[in-house]
């Protein structure tokens, strides 16, 4: 079988004496929608944080497409084709929705030691700019600061800003948090629409979502993975039902 | 960026100031009132480098007069020494404050907020000691250059009208070259690294090479003033470097608006015409000059600048400014 395009071998990560992350091995195979459930504390962020290499990690490895990134810095890693989106939605606040996925696209254009042409004249930047904003569906928004953005369309553009590095695979932290179900539904369109264009690890809460859209579900518990399979497979798992399902109703 | 109103208001402001030599003849005090506005175009042009990544990398440089004390000193040494020629001079003051701001960067970056401020004071702060200990270049006291530096074959600078329309020359280029850099590529590297620098390499920038070489431009064109104002005085002294004058040029920024490049150029003409007028009144004049950028600060939050379009521009709901 062909490698996976990201595999995550018995990864730890300690916290003082709490274990984030706990021999934690997953792996994710080109064009999947791979997603991670867990309930709140999981250490689900954690584990983006490692992947993306904001956070060092105490054992273990993640390879990425061939190479072994365990202790690459995060921007060597996005050159290699890892994007993330947060959690906790984290933009350029005092810049146009525009001027934020037009970075994002800079980042992967080359070096910016570039010092005289006005940037925001650069078609070269500026086109696949706009066309990500449109694909989220924030194209009438494009001039607007970020920071005066709704919600629910920060939460689009902390996509687009991953989208637009053009990853070979995208993790995406609760993507719908704090979202109205109208907004839930429109997103759930959108990540259909990448589905398969992207290979996608997807943290979600939702669990409607997570088993319209996942091909494999990971289910995390105390920073362990102690499930992995297909959603009829996870929702037949007892100790799944018992660890997580379970306790649905809160 | 530039909108009308503020286009019209820098050209004006520019083209008055080119007048300045004509308007003094008339005035009376020809000879002062040269002097004071070179002066005032040199701070200018420390305070537009200090913006560059104050206002716009968002990173709080307390010890930018360190590198007007090198550009001065390196023109001052030479000097002493017996190279008068400012074709060696200027090209030494600007290696010499890109070396210096390349090592003190590359130090200071590694830091953030408060640390940063800190230890960028503390760099400051050892250069000035420095100075102090040269005895051999005047030491406390400062050391008097025998001429201003000789271009042979370009340019005289003995004149103090032609020496005004260098330093003028220059703050335009300064401005000019600041407004393409902001705009530019790298400029929007900076510029995001101030909003959400983990945003920024979460996306795929490497930032602290960008925030290092804008450090290094910025305390280049320091050093440059530096060097024009050992140039103005035929002196150069520890005290260019002393922390109240890194605190000088800060207020300077920030009077005249953080990011906004031309702001600052107002706000060192706008305290140095201050401490001209108090202190002629009255010698408690820092006593009167701390409760009017008080309510600068309060009232003009976008300073000098700021007030030029009047209307407070649209900035995002729960944006808590810089750093
Ligand atoms: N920087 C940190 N320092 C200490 N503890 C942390 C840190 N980040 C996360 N944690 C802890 O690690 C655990 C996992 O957190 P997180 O990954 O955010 O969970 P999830 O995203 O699944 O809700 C939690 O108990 C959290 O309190
Ligand atoms: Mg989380």
Known sequence: ?????????????????????????????PAELHAVIGPNGAGKTTLIAEIIGELGVDEGRIRFDGH?????????????????????????????????????VQAHSGHSFRFWRDARADASLRDPAHDVLAQVGLGPRADVLAGNLAHGEQRQLEIAMALATKPKLLLLDEPMAGMGTEESAQLVTLLKSLKRRFTILLIEHDMDAVFQLADRITVLVYGRAIATGTPDAIRANADVRQAYLGEEEE | MLTNRRFVAVASFLVLLALVPLLARFVGGEAFWIKFATRVMIYAIAAVSLDLILGFGGMVSFGHAAFLGVGAYAVGILSAEGIANGFVQWPVAILASALIAAAIGAISLMTRGVYFIMITLAFSQMLYFLGVSLTAYGGDDGMRLANRSRFPGLIDLSGDVTFFYVVLAILIGALVAGHRLVNSRFGMVIQGCRSNERRMRAIGFPTFRYKLAAFVISGVMCGIAGALLANLTAFVSPSEMHWTRSGEIMVMVIMGGMGSLFGPVLGAAGLLVLEEILSSHTQHWQAILGPILVLLVLFAKRGLFGLIDGKSAEKPAGLTGHG
């Open chain 1, 68 to 104: 072994d990134i365990t202790h690459r810095p995060t921007p060597v890693r996005s050159a290699l084709g890892l994007a993330r989106s947060f959690q906790v939605t984290s933009l350029f606040p005092d810049m146009s929705a525009l001027d934020n996925v037009a970075l994002a």
């Open chain 1, 1 to 29: 079988m062909a490698e996976p395009l990201l595999a995550v071998e018995s990864l730890v990560k300690r916290f003082g004496g709490l274990v984030a992350t706990d021999h934690l091995s997953l792996a994710v195979e």
